[in-house]
């Protein structure tokens, strides 16, 4: 009896150390939404990111079978949805399998996850988890603080689909000793006079992410009247820094990949299991445009400096 | 040719009418987007970066020719007074004064007093004047504070712009009103007498933003010719957004000038030509939600010249003797017509899309009519006309990260040649991010102009018989034909503060317009007369480079050098037949470096050389040398916003000929001031 519970003892003591074991492998599945750059320069950093062997990566097509392809073994087994069709489509089909959802918009997570009331509750449950692709408010506003530490006056204009960055900024302003203009123009609204108003009562402008139609039909206002009145356009994007705005901050397919990679790892890694909650991505790629910089008189801009200021400034808040 | 010609038209009404619904209907419901909240599609999607020449917003690197781009900084501190001043800043491009107030921009040479291979367009309107197949610079009516930016497509740009961009094209681009605000006067005085007063509104009208523009300028000319200018000009551009997705556009403009021209050679000889130049431009673009635009224009170009001079009497002309003894009464023989009248309409649509994610494209037609009524350059013919469609389109493919290709094609049908269809096919390889090479090939063609057509100047005694044949063409004249081969190179060294542009080209130009002698025309009684012809057929080949240099963010180095030799042809008349090869300065060198003190001050020097040339009907002209200096002071205290500045030009009074040998380019001095009344 004794030779028989110390057999059972060893035995449990083993499989107990293989389940809690630091290595396990992990499935990760990989749905983009479909077969752009964005997504596959992402899928490409990603697989470039294995640190482990125990990580198997699969990529989906974006038309996959989601219920039929993905039989979820271990604990450690993911998907990752690449982008909004991505997630909607995880959603619709919703497979036994913790999903992270990357490339995504905080207001598209919402969205959807709304849209799905299982989604909801797996959501409560830490199966979900989301790394949106653009930053906080607050990042842009350290970013324009940074750049122009004498500015007073913050001044933005928005469309109805970006609303929530305001909600976002006003309080963070008002914290900040700062004096916050906005205005929210639809898209039958003038908008040439309004953003020349904004401009010409601000020290710096925020440009802030928003819908394609709304980006192209206000952006060369913005950067004409940007440069009238001298005042410096923090933007979202490269090209916005290209195209003529003071500095920009955003998070690429490969900085979104590589964050994503080390959420990954550490699950692979039985460093953490759980999800991480939906949040604003902590990597991220700061561009200063340095022609601009001259035009307005700047002293030179160093991209890496304020990198260091803006997380000092997440930081203390 | 009539069942011809009425099936063409009726073609393009039958392609007008299948587009134009399906057009509007694009327009009446924007197309919806899958969601109605923020994606991450809109956060990666692109965004204008540059202005273009195949009507893409394309970067410099993916351009399929080579561009020169001239900022308002580089007109201020070049000190040109005149606009067409400023393009010796290109590689590639001579400027000459052919007389004191008319200019001769030519690309690659081989031009005469009306270079009529370069394409002129302000804010995507031609200027081009079909009355004289050239530009006169001086009635476009610009003040250079007005302008944004000069783009020069250094390379045939016939396939996005047409016939006349046959080696290059100019595209100006002006300050939209919404850049600056209030009232801006300037006073220049100085050489030549010289007296440039403008002034400039801007300001907004209820949703209208406007610019106001108001200029007179006069001068004296080269010294001991009667080559001045007495001009003025008033031009309005307004524009308005209703919404996010539309903007309208709206310009106007009149000028008023009387400019003296003349032959060099011969001074007591010089005239008073009178221009009334008019525009009408009306413009709407739409953009799609998806980024798409669409762009619809229509604009009116109108000139009126007068350039009636009399040559005196008859019996002075016969050295005194009397007219009777050819069978004339005396009269006054008269050259010239006060009823010159050309007018340009156009109305054109086009469209860029984004195909798929490597793909881009930009295409779109338009629809030409010019029209030229001409006692003198008709020799009393009804007014003659034209008309011309175009259909146009660019696809640009990002095959690979690494790799642009640019394939554009244009389809050109009007009632003197019919049809030509003209290509260009480019890659342009990214060897790194910021280091490319471009390979590019082009066919193309000139029509000829509706002067070049139709022009007979015939000088007449009062019984209708000919005197002297001075100018008329040959009914069988065509087209001319390029082709061109260019390797370029474009690198960036953003930390260096070093930007570079290098080409190598090849041009074989076929049948090219030229003027013909000949003695032997029946009624011709006095002198050669001149005949539009297909004479010219020549190669020129070379190298151009440009190096912009900015050590700081007050420091701005420009440096333009161009290598250009041509072979061929020109067969004037049987015992008149050239090589071409002095046309074209086989070296042409410009300079300009320019400074921001501390104090305000700004400082700049420009430095242009050039080989010895032979411009076509011009002067022998051997190396040219000048120099010119430029500071500027910013005047600002509680009541003045302004600058004063002081121009030198050829400061040091290396005088040298423009042209024609008493066209004498001496020391210019000018003093200018700006107030900005806010």
New interface residues.
């Given amino acids: 009896m004794s030779h028989r519970l110390n057999q059972f003892f060893t035995c449990l003591i083993i499989f107990l150390g293989c389940w809690s074991g630091s290595a396990s492998s992990a499935n990760v599945f990989l749905l983009p939404s479909d077969d752009?750059?964005?997504y596959t320069q992402f899928i490409n950093q990603l697989l470039a990111e294995k640190r482990s062997p125990e990580i198997n990566y699969q990529v989906l097509a974006p038309d996959a079978d989601l219920q039929a392809l993905i039989k979820p073994r271990q604990q450690t087994d993911l998907l990752v949805s690449i982008?909004?069709h991505a997630l909607q489509k995880t959603l619709e089909n919703l497979p036994d399998i913790p999903v992270l959802a990357v490339?995504?918009?905080h207001?598209?997570f919402k969205?959807l996850i709304g849209q799905h009331k299982e989604a909801e509750t797996r959501l409560r449950d830490g199966k979900i988890g989301a790394i949106y692709?653009?930053q906080p408010a607050s990042r842009y506003l350290y970013l324009a603080a940074s750049v122009s530490p004498q500015a007073k006056r913050i001044g933005t204009v928005a469309?109805p689909?970006?609303s929530e960055f305001l909600h976002e900024l006003k309080p963070l302003t008002e914290k900040l000793g700062l004096d916050f203009s906005y205005k929210v123009?639809n898209?039958?609204?003038?908008?040439?006079?309004a953003i020349?108003d904004l401009m010409r009562n601000s020290d710096v402008y925020l440009a802030l992410?928003?819908?394609?139609?709304?980006?192209?039909?206000?952006?060369?206002?913005v950067l004409?009247?940007g440069?009238?009145w001298r005042v410096p356009i923090i933007g979202?994007?490269a090209?916005?820094a290209?195209?003529g705005a003071l500095a920009a901050i955003?998070t690429t397919?490969t900085d979104a990949a590589m964050e994503t990679a080390q959420c990954i790892n550490r699950r692979a890694s039985g460093k953490q299991h759980r999800l991480p909650a939906p949040g604003y991505p902590e990597s991220y790629t700061l561009t200063v445009n340095?022609k601009v910089?001259?035009k307005l008189?700047l002293p030179?801009l160093d991209e890496s400096a304020l990198k260091v200021r803006i997380n000092a400034m997440e930081k203390k808040q | 040719m009539a069942p011809v010609k009425t099936f063409r038209l009726s073609y393009l009404t039958s392609l007008l009418l299948i587009l134009l619904p399906g057009l509007c209907s694009a327009v009446e419901s924007?197309p919806d987007?899958e969601?109605?909240?923020?994606?991450?599609?809109?956060?990666?999607?692109?965004?204008?970066?540059v202005s273009s020449v195949t009507g893409l917003d394309q970067r410099t690197a993916d351009t399929p020719a080579s561009i020169t781009i001239i900022d308002r900084q580089m007109i201020r501190t070049s000190g040109a007074v005149e606009l067409a001043d400023v393009f010796r800043l290109v590689p590639g491009i001579q400027v000459y004064h052919v007389n004191g107030n008319r200019f001769g921009v030519s690309m690659h040479g081989q031009t005469d007093e009306f270079p009529q291979r370069l394409e002129v367009q302000i804010d995507g309107r031609s200027v081009y004047l079909p009355m004289l197949s050239t530009i006169v610079w001086t009635s476009l009516g610009l003040d250079l504070d007005s302008i944004e930016r000069i783009e020069i497509v250094r390379g045939s740009n016939v396939p996005a712009q047409g016939a006349n961009a046959f080696l290059g094209s100019i595209n100006i681009i002006t300050r939209?009103p919404?850049?600056?605000?209030g009232t801006r006067v300037s006073y220049q005085n100085g050489s030549q007498d010289a007296h440039n007063f403008s002034l400039q509104h801007n300001n907004?009208l209820g949703?209208v933003?406007f610019r106001l523009n108001a200029s007179h300028q006069e001068n004296n000319g080269f010294s001991n010719l009667k080559d001045g200018m007495d001009s003025d000009h008033i031009s309005l551009r307004s524009?308005y957004?209703?919404?996010?997705?539309n903007q309208f556009e709206l310009q106007l403009g009149y000028s008023h000038d009387i400019i003296g021209v003349g032959d060099g050679d011969r001074p007591d000889d010089f005239t008073e030509n009178k221009f009334a130049t008019s525009y009408q431009y009306l413009d709407w673009k739409h953009?799609?939600?998806?980024?798409d635009q669409l762009g619809l224009h229509f604009y009116h170009n109108q000139t009126r010249m007068n350039d009636r001079t009399s040559l005196g009497l008859l019996s002075d002309l016969l050295g005194g003797v009397n007219p009777a003894a050819i069978g004339q009464v005396e009269q006054e023989i008269i050259i010239g017509s006060t009823n010159n009248l050309t007018d340009r309409y156009e109305i054109g649509l086009d469209h860029s899309s984004r195909l798929n994610?490597s793909m881009r494209l930009f295409w779109g037609s338009t629809l030409r009519y010019d029209r030229l009524k001409s006692d003198w350059l008709l020799d009393g013919r009804k007014p003659v006309h034209n008309r011309q469609t175009r259909l146009f389109g660019n696809l640009e493919w990002h095959a690979f990260s690494s790799l642009v290709f640019n394939a554009g094609l244009m389809y050109e049908h009007d009632q003197a040649v019919l049809t030509k269809i003209s290509s260009r096919l480019a890659v342009n390889y990214h060897l790194q991010p910021k280091q490319t090479l471009r390979f590019s090939a082009t066919r193309a063609h000139r029509a000829p102009s509706l002067l070049e057509l139709e022009r007979s100047e015939i000088v007449r005694f009062v019984d209708g018989s000919s005197a002297d044949i001075q100018f008329i063409t040959n009914p069988e004249l065509a087209e001319e034909d390029l082709d061109a081969l260019e390797i370029g190179y474009y690198g960036l060294w953003?930390d260096a503060g070093l930007e570079t542009d290098i080409k190598i080209f090849h041009e074989i130009i076929n049948n090219g317009i030229d003027k013909a002698k000949s003695r032997v025309l029946p009624g011709d009684l006095i002198g050669a007369a001149l005949i539009n012809d297909n004479i010219s057929n020549f190669r020129t080949h070379g190298m151009e480079t440009q190096i912009i240099y900015?050590p700081d963010?007050?420091t701005r180095i420009t440096t333009n050098y161009s290598y250009a030799v041509a072979k061929g042809q020109r067969v004037r008349a049987e015992n008149d037949i050239s090589t071409l090869k002095t046309r074209v300065p086989r070296h042409t060198f410009s300079m300009l470096a320019s400074r921001m003190f501390n104090t305000g001050l700004e400082g700049s020097i420009a430095h242009y050389r050039m080989s010895p040339v032979k411009w076509l009907g011009g002067s022998e002209l051997l190396w040219q040398s000048r120099t010119d200096l430029r500071v500027a002071f910013p005047l600002s205290d509680a009541r003045i916003d302004g600058e004063a500045s002081f121009v030198v030009q050829n400061i040091f009074a290396e005088d040298y000929v423009e042209f024609q040998v008493n066209n004498v380019f001496e020391r210019r001095i000018f003093v200018q001031l700006k107030l900005n009344l806010n």
């Avoid at chain 2, 969601?35 to 965004?47: K, N, V």
């Avoid at chain 2, 919404?178 to 605000?181: A, E, I, V």
């Avoid at chain 2, 957004?241 to 997705?245: L, N, Y």
């Fill in positions: 752009s750059k964005a982008g909004t490339l995504i918009t207001t598209a969205e692709l653009e469309s689909l970006s123009i898209a039958e609204d003038n908008p040439t006079h020349d992410p928003d819908s394609t139609l709304f980006i192209r039909g206000t952006a060369k206002w004409l009247t440069l009238k979202f994007s090209r916005y290209e195209a955003y397919p340095h910089s001259r008189g030179p | 924007m987007a969601y109605d909240f923020l994606t991450e599609q809109d956060l990666l999607s692109d965004m204008p970066v939209h919404l850049q600056d605000n907004r949703p933003d524009t957004s209703p919404d996010i997705a953009t799609f939600s998806d980024g994610e953003p900015r963010h007050v």
